[in-house]
């Protein structure tokens, strides 16, 4: 099993690119079934889960080639309606493809999500999606199917701003006869990346005083060429290394307006954050003071940089209060960080951490995707070796992490 090996106390300086979106790539690989034909993804990160997205395309009939960074997906010839929990069971945004089997081949037999273990991540606002659009739902032997009946536009109120669900029910209205309006669904830059590439395939989706309102399409969607925008938890992540190291670093392709949660936080502790004509730059000395976050549905403070953030936190200058909102298990690299010294107390969906002078190498492991990157950046800054096990979680979401972070001068190698 391999792992990271990181000599820490080493500043990151240079510039980076940042890779395409994981969170906008695997629900466009997923709408290209909707369209038969040829799609070509530019800028697709090489990382797990979109490995694990290719399986389940070609399950369902799609001939799919991977090559660089681009994906060549033929969906002429997809004709099967099952995927199996084999390849489900690695990761939650499998079952996106239930809303584009519906779509194109009306009918979807879908094993129950699987994914990180960081809480409870019902389905059950994607199921009532779809039956307020008319899919008839039943539920047997650990899959969910799902019938095409006589799909009809309607008013759906999600109880909560879940991404996934936004997604699954935005595949499935674009089929569906009249107009469908969204109402508190999500608005996560991955979901109008969504719209965005739908729209281009001949859909007509427009979001009004923050409703989602898709539009009766006339004709059949049509395959395209695209390429996907730049990962801003990819570059979130990056910043924050930049800052627990007392860095330098010019972030190629980070957009301002998509982190600016994170941004307005890393100013108010005193680190310096500009744009650039590229870019973002972080530029620190290592010194800056603790804040307190709160996780929110965007604009919000994402909860996939919480984790990140708390390892910058633990060597800030006071006391900071971190409430997750969002997933209740996300707090799973705690420990690990108490491992290398951090002092951080858990308080029911919050955590209580008080800064230190020094974090220590340790033997750690990873629990998920983001809190394991967490703990490669508390290694960067820690005094001494640290050893991260389990990095395959890293990898669904990172791609080529410890390569990006040598180029910058960290001391990280894969073993």
Not at 120 to 145: A, Q, S, T
Request: glycine letters at 10%; charged letters at 20%.
């Amino acid at each position: 099993m391999e792992k990271f090996i990181i000599d820490g106390g080493r500043r990151l300086e240079g510039e980076v690119e940042i890779s395409g979106s994981k969170n906008a790539c695997l629900p466009i690989m997923a709408a290209t079934l909707l369209a038969s034909g040829k799609h070509l993804i530019h800028k697709v990160p090489k990382l797990g889960d979109v490995y694990t997205m290719i399986k389940i395309l070609r399950v369902v009939g799609a001939k799919v080639e991977f090559e660089g960074n681009t994906l060549s997906i033929d969906t002429t010839e997809v004709n099967n309606s099952k995927v199996p929990y084999e390849v489900v069971s690695k990761m939650r945004a499998s079952f996106l493809v239930t809303g584009a089997l519906v779509g194109r081949l009306g009918e979807a037999h879908v094993s129950r999500p699987g994914g990180c273990a960081i809480g409870p991540r019902p389905i059950d606002e994607h199921l009532h999606g779809f039956e307020m659009l008319g899919v008839k739902i039943k539920e047997e032997h650990g899959y969910i199917n799902a019938y095409r009946n006589s799909l009809k536009g309607t008013e759906i109120h999600l109880n909560e701003q879940s991404v996934t669900a936004t997604e699954n029910i935005l595949l499935v209205s674009v089929t569906t006869k009249g107009e469908t309006h969204i109402i508190n669904g999500a608005r996560e830059p991955h979901i109008s990346e969504l719209i965005n590439f739908l729209n281009l395939a001949g859909a007509n989706i427009e979001i009004e005083n923050d409703i989602i309102i898709v539009h009766e399409t006339s004709n059949s969607l049509h395959s395209l060429e695209y390429e996907i925008s730049t990962d801003y938890i990819e570059a979130g992540t990056l910043m924050i290394g930049t800052a627990i190291t007392g860095g330098n670093v010019n972030l190629i392709g980070a957009k301002w307006e998509d982190s600016i949660a994170l941004i307005t936080n890393l100013q108010e502790m005193g680190i310096e954050v500009e744009k650039t004509n590229n870019g973002v730059r972080v530029k620190t000395n290592g010194k800056y003071n603790a804040c307190s976050i709160k996780t929110a549905p965007y604009p919000g403070f994402p909860t996939d940089i919480q984790p990140q953030l708390t390892s910058l936190l633990a060597l800030a200058d006071g006391t900071s209060v971190v409430t997750e909102t969002m997933f209740e298990q996300r707090f799973n690299h705690i420990p690990e960080l108490i491992r290398m010294g951090a002092q951080v107390t858990t308080d029911g969906r919050s955590v209580v951490i008080n800064g230190v002078d020094e974090l220590s190498g340790a033997q750690v492991m990873a629990s998920d995707i983001r809190g394991g990157v967490a703990i490669v950046l508390a290694g960067l800054a820690a005094k001494g070796k640290t050893e991260i096990s389990r990095i395959y979680h890293i990898d669904r979401g990172y791609e080529g992490i410890e390569t990006k972070l040598e180029s910058l001068g960290a001391n990280i190698k894969r073993v």
